[in-house]
């Protein structure tokens, strides 16, 4: 039996609209035929989409979609495409609308942060609500990246003092003892990209300045120890590499107006075989308190080369089935 071929027309006034849908060398639409199963080609102004049944009308929301995007920020990334190919498919498309309006902060190079997947949307919506939130997902998902923004945003509005960066320095592989230096050149290769971000964040001259008056704290978490944090944002990155023993000290750092954050990927655990990973226990420890939030970011959230979701789902397979 034959098939059945529909076509949809959306008119689009702006060429630049049209340019970013289609792509550069058409790519975005091979993208949408491979991944949609429907084609868009030009027609006396309008884009038309071709495609078997209902995919045809599936095609005419995504163009839709498409429109809204660029029209809110002048540009279309692929992993935008291809996610919002994903909410067309999963019938969750209207949330691309909280999504485009809601953004954290602006960086100092003048790029607009906000969340790029519905997941995100909740970590970010739950940190707004709570004073405690534990983000846990795999690399790239922007478990750590969003809330250093949501911290340089609080501490903008005058909502917290000071910023604390933390993570604990865990041997991966490599000792320590072998790395040249003192104690804090030790560390810092752990601590890199928590400096890396901040940066991207503020700029080069407000990162100093922040830091030199020691209103940004970036220090290994052994160095929270004894410490009351007051009017504070505390990040805690890594987690998964705590102990109970540490992810208890840090917990109950926590001073009066202070908001901590809590972000780690309970797959790439680097303690020894003989220690439980601190974020692990604390999930069924803290899981029903007032105030306390628990949010999972998974591979759809990822916002790296769209290989990073590959990746990872190729290994999710592989360890399932070892």
Do not use: W
Not at 217 to 240: H, K
């Amino acid at each position: 039996m034959e098939k059945a071929f529909e076509e949809r027309q959306v008119f689009v006034e702006d060429n630049q609209i049209i340019s970013q849908i289609f792509g550069q060398l058409d790519e975005n639409v091979n993208i949408i035929k491979k991944e949609l199963g429907v084609e868009l080609f030009l027609r006396d102004g309008s884009i038309v989409i071709k495609g078997e049944g209902f995919l045809a009308e599936l095609g005419e929301r995504l163009v839709n979609r498409l429109i809204e995007i660029i029209k809110s920020q002048r540009r279309l990334t692929k992993q935008e495409l291809r996610y919002t190919i994903q909410l067309i498919l999963e019938g969750k498309e209207e949330g691309i609308k909280d999504l485009l309006n809601d953004i954290i902060c602006i960086t100092a190079s003048g790029k607009s942060i906000k969340p790029k997947t519905l997941g995100q949307k909740r970590y970010v919506d739950s940190i707004k609500r709570n004073d405690i939130v534990f983000g846990i997902g795999p690399a790239g998902t922007g478990k750590t990246y969003l809330a250093m923004a949501m911290a340089v945003n609080a501490f903008k509005n005058k909502e917290v003092n000071r910023i604390i960066l933390t993570r604990p320095a865990v041997e991966a592989g490599e000792s320590l003892g072998f790395l040249p230096g003192d104690l804090q050149e030790k560390v810092d290769p752990y601590l890199r990209p928590i400096y890396d971000a901040l940066f991207d964040i503020l700029g080069g001259e407000t990162y100093m300045k922040l830091m030199e008056k020691n209103l940004i704290e970036v220090a290994p978490l052994a160095y929270m120890r004894g410490r009351t944090l007051d009017s504070a944002y505390v990040i805690l990155d890594e987690a998964q590499n705590t102990t109970n023993e540490q992810m208890k000290m840090f917990l109950t750092r926590l001073g009066f107006g202070s908001k901590a954050i809590i972000t780690g990927d309970v797959t790439q655990i680097d303690l020894s075989k003989n220690r439980t990973s601190g974020l692990v226990t604390v999930q069924s420890i803290l899981s029903n308190i007032e105030g306390i939030d628990f949010v999972y970011l998974t591979k759809l959230d990822i916002v790296r080369h769209p290989l990073v979701q590959r990746i990872i789902a190729a290994y999710e397979k592989y360890e399932k089935e070892e």
